[in-house]
Every structure is written in structure tokens, then in C-alpha cells.
């Protein structure tokens, strides 16, 4: 019984490693649709092309995210922005956008 639970745990984390892999290939996607949209001006459609895709749903299943158009008009949102993700996922940008709608609310 030792062993099956140990081999679970383990299968577990190989699990949640490869879903971080993959989580990072759609944060790597989103950093090039950002800089095409700002070198070419078609981020949103280049993201939403490739998460349409083939190879770009099975990318966001196996990040655990499900790949369904509200999802493909989030990613492209994000794209317009033009935030970068290493920037959009740090604390200072956290504050400075809950600092901006705690304005915005008042």
C-alpha cells in the first residue's frame, strides 16, 4: 500500500511539473504575440490564431486550461494590452493596477 501511495504522489508531481512547462510555452506565446503587436500591429490575431490551433489546444489542455473561445478572447485582451507577462504577473504592477481601480471605484 506504501508503495502504490508513494508512486501516486510521485506520478502527482511530474504531473504539476509538466503543467508548468506548459503554462510557461502559453507565457512565452503571449510575450511574442505582444511583441508582434507592437513591431506589426497583429498580436490579438496572431494569438488567437494560435490558440485556435491544433497544436495551441493541446498546449492549453495540458497547461490545464481549457480551451474554449472565452479563453481566446481573454488571451487576445491581454495581447491588446500590451503588458508583458513577467511585468503583468509582478507585485508592482499588481498594486498599481488594485491602486488604479480602488481610484476608479471612489
Same mark, same amino acid.
Given at each position: 500500500?506504501?508503495?502504490?501511495?508513494?508512486?501516486?504522489?510521485f506520478n502527482n508531481e511530474q504531473g504539476n511539473r509538466a503543467r508548468k512547462l506548459f503554462?510557461?510555452?502559453?507565457?512565452?506565446?503571449?510575450?511574442?504575440?505582444?511583441?508582434?503587436?507592437?513591431?506589426?500591429?497583429? !498580436?490579438?490575431?496572431?494569438?488567437?490564431?494560435? /490558440?485556435? +490551433? $491544433?497544436?495551441?489546444? =493541446?498546449?492549453?489542455?495540458? #497547461?490545464?486550461?481549457?480551451?474554449?473561445?472565452?479563453?481566446?478572447?481573454?488571451?487576445?485582451?491581454?495581447? !491588446?494590452?500590451?503588458?508583458?507577462?513577467?511585468? /503583468?504577473? +509582478? $507585485?508592482?504592477?499588481? =498594486?498599481?493596477?488594485?491602486? #488604479?481601480?480602488?481610484?476608479?471605484?471612489?
Amino acid at each position: 500500500m506504501r508503495d502504490f501511495v508513494d508512486g501516486t504522489a510521485f506520478n502527482n508531481e511530474q504531473g504539476n511539473r509538466a503543467r508548468k512547462l506548459f503554462a510557461a510555452v502559453v507565457l512565452a506565446a503571449l510575450d511574442d504575440a505582444i511583441a508582434d503587436d507592437k513591431k506589426y500591429g497583429n !498580436g490579438p490575431e496572431q494569438i488567437a490564431r494560435w /490558440a485556435r +490551433s $491544433r497544436d495551441g489546444r =493541446e498546449v492549453l489542455s495540458c #497547461a490545464g486550461i481549457d480551451p474554449n473561445e472565452r479563453v481566446v478572447s481573454g488571451l487576445m485582451e491581454f495581447v !491588446g494590452r500590451g503588458v508583458r507577462t513577467s511585468v /503583468a504577473l +509582478s $507585485r508592482e504592477e499588481s =498594486e498599481r493596477r488594485n491602486a #488604479a481601480q480602488q481610484a476608479e471605484a471612489a
